[in-house]
């Protein structure tokens, strides 16, 4: 077998290894970096708010305790009642903070 | 170059060998079970996670409410409370049956959340029902894909472990979403299946209700000289109510003078179409396990009143979960089509009877 030492020339066998060997390391390299290019998108959920005099409406960060047709102060314009009128979810996307990233990858 | 030769050779006999191997026995599936079976593995792992997550925050809310030992109540809920499904074979009275079945459950979820719970509420009591429930799935879709996993190890069936291999990610989403939509029913959030609920609610405007049947109430308006019976499960809390039981209360109450009927649910889109995309049709849209949604079929046909459909399309994850803004925006869409049925096929001084389907928890 000191024949197969003395060669730098490569023979087939060793091509063929080689080639193998490059082929599955990329393979598993493309399945590991597909993975993580996901973009990560932060969820956040408001409560819209709505005069039931005017037309006037205000859109801000859901709180504990409410529902849609719940009365919840007066209108700063006409003084009018304020009624929930709707309570959603929006998709930002994450180009923010360091904290948002963490929010959104939980 | 004698030993280049020799590497043929060598290169040539490992490859016939190969393919005797690869071809002739059943090692390549060996191979696959192997690579699958760890792939499982790592999804079981996940799916242990979201259950042990979903207990957690069912202990944690229960625990906010004051529950001493919220862990025994939460064990003493999940494996109890199946439903056997009636006998098929036979189907005369079905329905009954079914109905007798489920009516049964629900008392018995009920009374057990009261027990626990004494006078905390009716939205307390629903919301935590539909919690118990929720991490309770997520024990039974974990147990479900562990058996399987289990059943293709024992006989080395490497079909059944590729197929749930396969269909794992799709499963895992789904249980993601669950244990997500936990949250939503604890802060009382609106979720997608709250289409049909929310647009009965503008429609209903700023009438008062009546509970006409349990946990269902109906709202009597006028639009532009038609009278206009709404019908939504009780909120805030989170209930579907009975509305097939309901309308078919009211269309005999009315005497069978109902020019048209018609339902407003969230349906599961395909994936080719938009969230929060309207459309609309004919039938009862409710997706109920039966009892309801032959009630509305069957007091349309007794009466020969149009039943008509529209529905908001959104995935499963997305109407178990929070209400998008998409969602929402498809409600106004339903809404303004509801109203144009009602403005261009109902004749003035007719009545109309429209039923917002679905979950109402944090719509009122
Ligand atoms: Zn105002």
Redesign the pocket.
Known sequence: MSHTLDGISLDPFTLVTIALTLFVLAYFIALSLGGRKKQQKVKKTYTLLK?T??E?SVEREFKEGDYVGKKEGT?P????EMIITAIYVKEEDNSGSASEKIIASK | MSNGSDWTTTLFVILILGSYLLSFTDLPQRMQLWRYSSFIRKKIVQLTELEEDSKRKAVKYLMSLGVKEPKKVLEGFTNNFFLISPVDVEPTDIIKRLRHLLRSRDSKVRAYVMENLPGAGEVIWENTEVILEISSALTLINKIVKHYYKLGLKYNNWILMMQLALELQQIVGLAKSYDDAIDAFMRGIPIGDGAGPLVAHYLAGNSQPEELVKETVVYNIQIDGRKVYIIKAKGPGSTVGYPGEAVEKLVEKLGGRVSKIITVDAALKLESEETGEVAHGIGAAIGDPGPEKIAIERIATKYSIPLEAVVVKMSNEEAINAMTKQIYEGVIKALNVVKDIIENTVKESEAVIVAGIGNTVGIA
């Open positions: 005069c005099a005017c006037y209108c314009k006409c003084d009018g």
